[in-house]
């Protein structure tokens, strides 16, 4: 089984960028479906983003569409999340989770998941 770190959060301003990178460790990382998720204070945890094994197919909430781009590299066993055009209503807790097996949008469907990185976007 698959651990992961998210690294890459911060503070910035509105329309700023961000990536967010997901370090998997296991040698089996491409087996692994991936997704971003985010949890906002006093809200629940939503879908943000997901990634096919292979990297090919992609899926992206209403709310990020056209400024989120997710990306792996399964030689570096990393995924990422390239955040632009960033807005106030995007901070939150970032997570990625990974499932083996095709991607979703559920959380519930997700086994593994990091700790956890903060993106706080000021107006």
């Known amino acids: 089984q698959v651990q992961l770190v998210e690294s890459g959060g911060g503070l910035v301003q509105a329309g700023d960028s961000l990536r967010l990178s997901c370090a998997a460790s296991?040698?089996?990382?491409?087996?692994?479906?991936v997704g971003w998720f985010r949890q906002a204070p006093g809200k629940e945890r939503e879908f943000v983003a997901h990634i096919s094994l292979s990297g090919r197919s992609t899926r992206y909430a209403d709310s990020v569409k056209g400024r989120f781009t997710i990306s792996r590299d399964n030689s570096k066993n990393t995924v990422y999340l390239q955040m632009n055009s960033l807005k106030p209503e995007d901070t939150a807790v970032y997570y990625c989770a990974a499932r083996n097996g095709i991607s979703t949008t559920a959380l519930l469907d997700y086994s593994t998941w990091g700790q956890g990185t903060q993106v706080t976007v000021s107006s």
């Open positions: 296991g040698r089996t990382f491409s087996s692994y479906a």
